[in-house]
């Protein structure tokens, strides 16, 4: 019979490495489409909006490097360095979900935020604990 622990070490790290791919195929999509990426964060871009296309890129950017850090450690078997990160990735979620707050009209987005920013940490301290 197996334990609870067990099954936790065959379940978080399918769902973590679930959270790497996406973060790196949101990052891809928002360089190769910033105004589509844009528009799901719930900022309209239009094409002559250079700056704000470039913000997009930035995030794009930095989500890629999000995903390929979670999948390389994953990679390399460094559990608990993969939940230090995911639960130090909540406060990225929650500071974007405060910005969302900030403009009323994304206020949805920012329950999407904050949502992630549970389901980093409680996948960190999963992965932290199960190393």
């Known amino acids: 019979m197996s334990s609870y622990s067990s099954h936790l070490h065959r379940i978080l790290p399918p769902l973590t490495s679930v959270i790497g791919i996406?973060?790196?195929?949101?990052?891809i999509y928002g360089l190769i489409n910033p105004q589509e990426v844009g528009t799901g964060l719930g900022i309209p871009i239009s094409t002559s909006s250079s700056s704000a296309l470039s913000l997009v890129s930035f995030i794009g950017a930095r989500n890629i490097s999000t995903g390929l850090t979670i999948l390389a450690l994953l990679?390399?078997?460094?559990?608990?360095?993969v939940g230090t990160l995911?639960?130090?990735?909540v406060s990225t979620a929650a500071i974007d979900a405060w910005i969302c707050f900030q403009i009323d009209r994304l206020e949805g987005k920012a329950a999407g935020h904050a949502t992630m920013g549970v389901i980093?940490?409680?996948l960190g301290v999963g992965m932290y604990w199960i190393n």
């Open 75 to 81: 990679y390399t078997g460094q559990r608990k360095a």
């Open 86 to 89: 995911l639960m130090s990735l």
């Open 22 to 27: 996406l973060a790196l195929g949101h990052g």
């Open 120 to 122: 980093l940490g409680s």
